[in-house]
């Protein structure tokens, strides 16, 4: 991320107009950040309104699923940890 906005930032400076691959890698890695931020869960979910309806098969993933939505900061990050821990493996 930080190459890609370095290498934007450099070329928007110079007055350089073809900065197409730049920008998106930067708007990749911000992308991807806010979907993978376990504070912004709600907040892609309403992004990405498909999501809602979907139930894991996994009832372990359903249920840490269902910890960060309706958990406290704290147990959020320990469900999500624990989530993406799971995902890595299945």
Do not use: W
Request: charged share 20%; with cysteine; proline share 1%.
């Amino acid at each position: 991320m930080g190459e890609s906005s370095t290498a934007l930032l450099r070329k928007l400076q110079s007055g350089e107009s073809e900065i197409k691959a730049e920008f998106l890698d930067v708007f990749a890695a911000k992308l991807l950040n806010f979907t993978r931020n376990p504070f912004c869960v709600r907040k892609v979910l309403n992004t990405f309104g498909a999501v809602t309806s979907h139930r894991f098969t996994n009832q372990d993933l359903q249920d840490a699923y269902e910890r960060v939505l309706n958990g406290s900061r704290s147990a959020a990050v320990a469900s999500a940890s624990f989530f993406c821990s799971l995902i890595a493996y299945s």
